[in-house]
């Protein structure tokens, strides 16, 4: 059972920077894809981005493209997301998620995905 913890949220001003990560525990990221998604009070949770370790060009939602990375380290089984240029629309609950790989390129769509962290609280506010 893979299990994920996210940390490196908070408070952050608009045009700022924020880096998440992601702590998987339980099997190799080696077989998964892994994805950051996002929730607004609200709103739908939407994939902000994703990567996988096969094919490994990440793929991202337009709105963050330019913004974001993600990236990931097997070997130490850890997920990232660095955030620049940051946004008060970035404002959101920001959660790790893994799937196995379908060997293709990963899709940030939820029904890719079936192992979820608790989320860490991103806000950009001045």
């Known amino acids: 059972h893979v299990q994920l913890v996210e940390s490196g949220g908070g408070l952050v001003q608009p045009g700022g920077h924020l880096t998440l990560s992601c702590v998987v525990s339980g099997d190799s990221l080696d077989y998964y894809a892994t994805a950051w998604f996002r929730q607004s009070p609200g709103k739908e949770r939407e994939g902000v981005a994703c990567?996988?370790?096969?094919?490994?060009?990440?793929n991202y939602i337009n709105s963050v493209k330019g913004r974001f990375t993600i990236s990931r380290d097997n070997a130490k089984n850890m997920v990232y997301l660095q955030m620049n240029s940051l946004k008060p629309e970035d404002t959101a609950m920001y959660y790790c998620a893994t799937g196995l790989w379908k060997g293709s390129r990963c899709v940030p769509s939820e029904e890719d995905y079936d192992s979820w962290g608790q989320g860490t609280q991103v806000t950009v506010a001045s």
């Open positions: 990567v996988s370790s096969h094919i490994s060009a990440p």
